[in-house]
């Protein structure tokens, strides 16, 4: 990043753009999973991977659902910055919650990866985030209804208080 730029390098895009669309990726094929595959990842299993973690089936539905609408909000730009965070919270909730239950579990027996992969995506989704957090404070800086907006309403009640305006 130079000092004086107000807006991301390409390189920065690039990373911001990858991380997010792999953290997009993997939410997508979770979301398939839920939907169409009750076994997975252990497809010659007994019970569906949600019972395996101990889980209620009315869970299923409603991570599915949080899992597309926090898609939707991180992929469609006209979203606002507040929606977006708590997609990117939710999803680190999802990712770490993911963890500690194989881990509970006991299926680092079975796999590390386990315990590993959400962890890892966690990790992209939080570099992810630090890019995004970053050019929403450029667009925050140069945009007319960012802080500009806050300051000029506050500088106009100042004034009205003070009997000025």
């Known amino acids: 990043m130079t000092g004086a730029s107000d807006k991301l390098t390409n390189r920065e895009k690039l990373i911001y753009r990858t991380t997010t669309g792999i953290v997009c990726a993997v939410m997508v094929f979770s979301i398939i999973n ?88 966690f990790l992209l989704l939080i570099v992810s985030y630090v890019y995004f957090e970053k050019s929403h404070s450029f667009s925050a800086r140069q945009s007319p209804e960012g802080i500009s907006k806050f300051e000029a309403r506050y500088s106009s009640s100042r004034k009205a208080c003070e009997g000025g305006g």
């Open 34 to 121: 839920f939907i169409f595959n009750d076994h997975f990842p252990f497809p010659n299993g007994p019970e569906g991977a949600f019972v395996h973690l101990g889980l209620p089936h009315y869970f299923k539905i409603e991570l599915t659902t949080a899992k597309i609408l926090g898609l939707l909000a991180l992929l469609i730009p006209s979203v606002p910055f507040k929606i977006k965070e708590f997609a990117y919270f939710g999803f680190g909730i999802t990712l770490l919650s993911a963890s500690i239950a194989h881990f509970a579990r006991g299926d680092a027996q079975l796999s590390v990866l386990f315990i590993i992969d959400p962890l890892f995506f």
